[in-house]
């Protein structure tokens, strides 16, 4: 089953991120609101930069999906190991993670470490073989693609856009929601499937983010369309 790669990282930055080699967290006096954002930015800061230093591989240029991994034995392989390395909803994890501390301070170092391996990676999980392009559960060349987990992605990317006005996350956005519609008909009462290669359900989990994600590019974008696509 897929492991919740954020809950990992997160657990894994928590029991580092005090050890002597990495930043040490100080405790911060609750009278003091500004501090107290500052100190909560730091240990997202932190913890973030453990989740690369523990998860990051950069022989493969992917995250793995658990830890501990192989991340510097011999056998860690040349090429991408699809049984080892994150799949598209642990990714998007550490997306959502990025996201969060972009969205909510200005220091554009911290966006320049990672943002550039953070697009690399996704790249790697954009499948091209089939119409609409957009991010399989894993890297080329499987094929499997979960409308829920590129949606989450999709999200993150129109967060993204709209703090860093950068079209690159836009026009995934956009082509994320493409991949959504092709998801969408009539049957069982409408809505979006969950899986593209077993239409046999419609979920929780991909229907109500792509409400989401309609609306915030609806707010980007100013086309109706995705307003009413997404009522």
């Not at 501090?35 to 800061?45: C, D, G, L, Q, T």
């Not at 523990?54 to 493969?60: G, I």
């Not at 359900?201 to 100013?222: D, E």
Request: aromatic residues 14%; charged residues 25%.
């Amino acid at each position: 089953m897929k492991k919740n790669l954020l809950a990992l990282a997160f657990l894994v930055g928590l029991l580092t991120c005090c050890k002597s080699e990495d930043a040490p967290i100080k405790p911060v006096k609750p009278t003091d609101p500004g501090s107290i954002n500052k100190e909560y930015m730091s240990r997202a800061e932190t913890t973030f930069a453990n989740i690369f230093k523990y998860y990051w591989s950069d022989k493969v240029r992917m995250m793995f999906g658990s830890y501990p991994n192989t991340l510097g034995t011999p056998q860690e392989p040349s090429s991408p190991d699809y049984d080892s390395h994150a799949y598209l909803w642990g990714l998007g994890s550490v997306v959502s993670a990025f996201n969060a501390i972009v969205q909510n301070t200005d220091n554009v170092d911290f966006r320049m470490t990672y943002e550039s391996r953070l697009k690399e990676t996704l790249l790697k999980y954009y499948n091209t073989t089939k119409e609409p392009m957009c991010f399989g559960c894993f890297v080329n060349p499987h094929d499997q693609r979960l409308y829920d987990d590129a949606i989450w992605v999709g999200i993150d990317l129109a967060d993204l856009y709209s703090k860093t006005k950068d079209s690159w996350y836009l026009d995934y956005a956009k082509s994320v929601w493409n991949f959504v519609l092709s998801g969408k008909d009539d049957e069982l009462g409408g809505g979006v499937y969950w899986d593209e290669n077993a239409k046999d359900s419609k979920n929780t989990c991909s229907n109500a983010p792509a409400v989401v994600l309609a609306l915030k590019l609806y707010q980007i974008t100013n086309d109706a369309a995705y307003l009413e696509n997404g009522k």
